[in-house]
């Protein structure tokens, strides 16, 4: 690894941790300068293409999943770590499958799955979006949903 400072490649590990995400963070010191910085490394997976309702398909990203469930997230007590978790199942479900494609609708749906066992408003949030609520009756008829669970 090449020190980010001196540039030397004669650096060392110091100390490495497995991170939330399942990516390992290792901090270095670079024997020339002596500073120390730290690595990241996760493993390279497939490309997972979304297929959206139009039939396009667009590559996978992790960052405009996250800012939707950060949005039905919103002033509720629902940490990033635990955001983190569920894409992070989420994806390590997918690669497991070992499919390269998946609807948006399934997308949406593995993501209900895991709002509904974490948080109630967030997943009614979430799902108005995603399911394109026109009307009350749609938020009552969810309401009504979970209640009966």
Known sequence: ?????????DTKVVDSRTTIDGSTKRRRECNNCLKRFSTYERFEE??????????RRVKYEREK??????????KRNVSRE?????????????????????????????????????????????????KEFNDIKSFIEIVEEIKKD
């Open 65 to 74: 999943l996250l800012r939707g469930l950060t949005f039905a997230t919103a």
């Open 82 to 130: 635990q955001l983190d978790k569920i894409i992070t199942d989420i994806e390590r479900g997918l690669q497991n499958s070992l499919v390269s494609e998946i609807s948006s609708k399934e997308l949406g749906e593995k993501v209900l799955e895991k709002l509904r066992e974490l948080d109630q408003v967030a997943y009614v949030r979430f799902a108005s979006v995603y």
């Open 46 to 55: 497939s490309p997972i293409y979304v297929v959206k309702k139009d039939n």
């Open 1 to 9: 690894m090449k020190c980010p400072f001196c540039s030397s490649e």
